[in-house]
């Protein structure tokens, strides 16, 4: 199993980004996936979620309007477009697999830094 992300890096406050989080080694369509992410000396969170059909989707107050989960499941590839982005995002993004509680998948991560 895995799951690689990808497109982090450094922005200006303002800017975009688009991640991309590349699954391989199970059924990608059956499994709910989300996006999470942990600032220096803070816990990890939930930044939004996406069933596995692609039917709905949930967000962190924080992100609602900027951020935009979608998934591609003929790629096996969740994104994230993150739009209007501010130095509070910055934190590693990691991607979740979820199949209700029976299993668990996390990638590593990719870092976004937003600064001037």
């Known amino acids: 199993v895995q799951l690689v992300e990808s497109g982090g890096g450094l922005v200006q406050p303002g800017g975009s980004l688009r991640l991309s989080c590349a699954a391989s080694?199970?059924?990608?369509?059956?499994?709910?996936m989300s996006w999470h992410r942990q600032a220096p000396g803070k816990g990890r969170e939930l930044v939004a979620s996406?069933?596995?059909?692609?039917?709905?989707?949930n967000y962190a107050d924080s992100v609602k309007g900027r951020f935009t989960i979608s998934r591609d499941n003929a790629k096996n590839t969740v994104y994230l477009q993150m739009n209007s982005l501010k130095p509070e995002d910055t934190a590693v993004y990691i991607c979740?697999?979820?199949?209700?509680?029976?299993?668990?998948?996390w990638g590593q991560g990719t870092q976004v830094t937003v600064s001037s």
């Open positions: 979740k697999a979820d199949l209700f509680t029976q299993y668990t998948y």
């Open positions: 080694g199970f059924t990608f369509s059956s499994y709910t």
């Open positions: 996406i069933t596995s059909a692609g039917g709905s989707t």
